[in-house]
């Protein structure tokens, strides 16, 4: 079962901007806007790596790994029970399928190509 759900993922010039949008299903729905939400991403060949998190609730506690800092920013809609990942400047070392975390459940992705 796929209880976080993932959009926005694209092909996308370096230089260019991508807006993920991560999702709950009805399972999570009623906790989604107060926990810890993160973003991952794995390239081929290469482990899965911590991008970014932010907190439940106004969402005001938020981390990112080193290099996407000053690029990569986090929101979240409670009303619309959406988390976003606002990605500018990508490069093509970003390139992956990146994807939302909540607990222990996870989204099936969506892939980000950074390429001309």
């Known amino acids: 079962q796929v209880h976080l759900v993932e959009s926005g993922g694209g092909l996308v010039q370096p230089g260019g901007s991508l807006r993920l949008s991560c999702t709950p299903s009805?399972?999570?729905?009623?906790?989604?806007?107060?926990?810890?939400t993160k973003w991952y991403r794995q390239a081929p060949g290469k482990e899965r790596e911590f991008v970014a998190g932010?907190?439940?609730?106004?969402?005001?506690?938020?981390n990112y790994t080193d290099s996407v800092k000053g690029r990569f920013a986090l929101s979240r809609d409670n009303d619309k029970k959406t988390v976003y990942l606002q990605m500018n400047a990508l490069k093509p070392e970003d390139t992956a399928q990146y994807y939302c975390n909540i607990l222990n459940f996870w989204g099936q992705g969506t892939p980000v190509t950074v390429s001309s």
């Open positions: 009805e399972f999570l729905a009623n906790v989604f806007t107060g926990y810890f």
């Open positions: 932010i907190a439940g609730g106004t969402g005001l506690l938020s």
